[in-house]
């Protein structure tokens, strides 16, 4: 079932290149309706792996030789962590579409491209051979290069660039470690749980976790390799930063947890302090620079590297609890991310034509367009991590397995958290809430639209339905940490 | 035993009421009976429950436990005991009342009304969980509508007000958060009682330092004190205690006077409460070890709130001031709890009044508050927007029922006999004064303050020369009237009668003063 999640992408992104380019109407229904599909199809794959597999252990789709000679298969497969992300790729993939309704240039083009992105991203959550895997995560560079190129706003050939040269910087890293794993394993294989099995020899581990966790991790916005992530979102086209946000970056915390923790435990022991302490300065510096921008974009851009850091940082915790909280933060930071950019992107620069905090201040937006209000504060006191959102029981996961390890970084985390809300609340208060004079709102501004409406409140329903009942995600995450693939990372918890 | 979930029903009420309001948008009017509907029905239920409360046993009744996300250790579990089923009644009577005080509020009514009403499930959920977790969710629930409703319907000065509200009451929050996930951590709890058994038995130290304790914390009792600050400063922004109140004199002032009510009068209350209900029971040994300096921030916190009240200027703010001044008792009678005085088991008396104390005076003090910021409130609109001391004069001589109820208010407020807000301060001092002779004589200072500045207000206000343009000013109205009769009834009824309170108070008090 699952598997079909990457096919109907795929296939919904052909049908819209032999649709003619004038259909700019079934160019968005095609769109729609495949993002839609994706999402039954995953939804059903989750209900069918819940079921089936209460052992938490992957569960094979698809596994057929692909390139013989170099004992390359196509295998696909899924346990919980891979289906969480997957469900948050299908969410955000359908709530894309509905922000992109109004793109009227290239309709086609853009809604293609956007559909072979998410193509690639489930095929790189799906994927359980690691060369196939790469494959996927390098496939996933081209749309997104060009749909911040093409469509995309302030500044877009500088962002488009930086980040393909990130991308392509850090899978070349990446690269680099799977060979040698490859070849110092001897198992002629790149098949992940394959390999897992194999240990490595100790020296081995030390430099070539760092390699691929770093190569991995600078897409998840590891500080100081971050730099890519406020400019890349502030260029991209509202869809655009809310897949960035919402699930590029997720890959490379995926690909970090999967290839370089899964196959490098003695390299992860080696260096967890280092790698927690720059998510820490990642979450504390994200949020106070977010503090201080004036572009609405740069600061959810700015908050992502530090909402990132709460994954990195319950990654280097080794211990389940942590683990289930950096996983169900990047469900978490994946929705409320996207819904931020949507308000800010689609909602109000696409009105107000300015994101500059000084510039909307006089606009009162909280009169001039409520629902965009209403919703940008629900998703505002979400990524606050106030309780009753699903980024909370995230991050309470993630401290609490913080403070078995690391006592001082939890606390500079409570700053960072703290920094978090007070630039919530700026933004609240500047953009939203200001008493504005009546000459400047006398702008007139569209109404907010249906497919709006409809994407702002399936993002909206997910944080709280996965805040008030967390059990629906843990129960597919739970028990897979518990299972033999992450035996090796994990040390003891509390449960 | 009980079939019916009460007290799940109670805090849905106005959940679901505020839901509707806001639906109702267009017909303010429809919304706002709607809301006031379901402020009166809660407080039927509130009534029920405090009808059919069995005081002759203590621990919690009415008690509702689900499992919901049991691999978090995530339970949902209601209960209520005397000083729950206090703090939920009074929650229960402030709303309505709170909303008559802005009946005719401006612009977005429906979104004034139906906030309110959120904020009242806030204060329900926070008095009647016992599960960190959905705890924690409701009492940032009662936040986030609290900002909003300083921030839309405040005064000139409102932005600043609100913003510093949020800011501090976020940061003792998250301080608390912290220090919460440090317990959880160690122990796999977030259930009150489990904790509170724990800590009985002296696990919660031990607990602590065998799992996060190492090269950073290299000490048990530092571990354990830096966890219990974490709690204790969340509490002490709430509450609030000197020197974490700078956010409320701004607060109070700025927000419409309904929000004022339902802020002292309620949510402050939620700042003792978690002393009486977490810190009390989760850390009694470092409640004790910190003790001096705690009685000491409370007697700052009573008598420098009395004589900055004195130095006021604005009646809003002087009747701000005097809301931290009266609070300041409680936390006085709380701290002297955890003293240990001569031999062990005796003081148990003293211990048990201090405490029936601070219950009745946090349920009289935020009776007398609210009604307080009402007359404050009627004032400024009266006044054209002036609230100043020097503004009035004389209107006892146009306004003779209005000038009669306020000054029945403001004695109760300092304490008159036969009055309401008697019987707490009383048993509070009688029991500290044993406990903790000096902070007690200390404290007394601020009760000779208190009755000199409320006296001042009755005095500037209601006596001497009436300037002429105040000689149009409405007596109360029959509405205002019929307002105010239930308030001024219970007021007299609760002096006179305190018993009623304490018949509730007092197992609770009991089973709270058996800790130490």
Known sequence: MLAWTILISFLGAAALVLLPAESRRAARHTALLTALAGLACALAGAVQYERSAASGAPVDLVNFSWIADLHIHFHLAADGVSITLVLLTGIAAVAGVLFSWNIERRTREFFALYLALIGSVY????????????????????????????????????????????????????????????????????????????????????????????????????????TWAPTGHVAAPTAGSMLLAGVVMKLGAYGALRVAMTLFPEGLRAWQNEIALLAVIGIVYGATVALVQRDLKFVIGYSSVSHMGFVLLGLMTLSKIGLSGAVLQMFSHGIIAGLLFAVVGRMVYDRAHTRDLTELQPMNLSALAPFAAVTFVIAGAAS????????????????????????????????????????????????????????????????????????????????????????????????????????GMVKGGPQ | MNTIPILSILTVIPLAGGGAALLASGQSKTSRSIAFGASLLSLAVAAAAWAMFDSGRGGAQYVERLAWAPSLGIEYHLGVDGLGLLMVLLSALLAPFAMLASWEIGPNRNLYFALILFLEAGLFGTFTALNFFHWFIYWELGLIPAFFLIKLWGGPRRTRAANQFLIYTLAGSMAMLLAFLALYAATGLFDFEELARLARNGGLDSALFAKLGGSFFKSRETLATVVFFGVFLGFAVKAPLMPFHTWLPSAYTEAPAGTSMLLTGAMSKMGVYGFLRILLPLFPGQMRAMQTPLLCLAVATIVFSAAAALAQRDLK??????????????????????????????????????????????????????????????????????????????????????????????????????????????????????????????????????????????????????????????????????????????MLLLGTCPQILMRVANPAALALSKLF
């Not at chain 1, 504005?436 to 497919?451: F, H, L, V, Y």
């Open chain 1, 123 to 226: 095929g790189v959550f799906l994927s359980f051979d690691l060369f196939l895997l790469f494959v996927f995560y390098e496939l996933a560079i081209i749309p997104k290069y060009f749909l911040i190129a093409v469509w995309g706003s302030t500044r877009r050939e500088y962002g488009a660039m930086k980040l393909a040269l990130y991308s392509l910087v850090g899978s070349a890293m990446v690269l680099v470690g799977l060979i040698a794993a490859y070849v110092v394993s001897g198992a002629q294989t790149f098949d992940l749980t394959e390999l897992a099995k194999y240990h490595f020899p100790a020296a081995f581990q030390h430099w070539a976790f760092p390699l691929v966790f770093v190569g991995f991790a600078i897409l998840a916005g590891l500080w100081p390799f971050h």
């Open chain 1, 384 to 487: 606050m991590g106030l309780p009753g959102f699903s980024g909370f029981i995230a991050e309470l996961q993630v401290l609490a397995g913080a403070w078995q390890v690391f006592p001082r970084l939890t606390l500079l985390a409570g700053v960072g958290i703290l920094v978090g809300i007070a630039f919530m609340v700026r933004v609240w208060i500047k953009a939203f809430f200001a008493e504005g004079d009546i000459k400047a709102s006398a702008i007139p501004i569209e109404p907010i639209s249906m497919p709006e409406r409809a994407g702002a409140l399936v993002l909206l329903g997910t944080t709280v339905l996965i805040g008030l009942w967390p059990g629906l995600l843990l129960n597919l995450i739970t028990p897979t940490l518990n299972s033999t693939l992450f035996q």
């Open chain 2, 317 to 490: 703010r002087m009747v701000a001031y005097s809301s931290i001044n009266h609070v300041g008792y409680c936390l006085l009678g709380i701290f002297a709890v955890v003293r240990i005085t001569g031999d062990a088991g005796t003081g148990s008396a003293d211990r048990a009044a201090a405490l029936n104390g601070v219950m009745l005076q946090m349920f009289n003090h935020g009776l007398t508050a609210a009604a307080l910021f009402y007359f404050v409130g009627l004032i400024e609109m009266r006044g054209g927007g002036l609230r100043g001391l020097d503004d009035f004069g004389g209107l006892r001589k146009v306004a003779p029922v209005f000038c009669g109820l306020m000054g029945i208010t403001l004695f109760a407020s300092l304490g008159l006999p036969g009055l309401n807000g008697f019987v707490g301060e009383f048993l509070i001092f009688k029991g500290v004064l044993p406990l903790a002779g000096w902070a007690a004589a200390a404290s007394t200072l601020g009760l000779l303050i208190t009755a000199i500045f409320l006296l001042t207000i009755l005095q500037r206000v209601f006596s001497g020369p009436l300037p002429s343009r105040w000689s149009g000013w409405k007596d109360l109205t029959s509405g205002e009237r019929l307002t105010l009769a239930p308030v001024m009834a219970l």
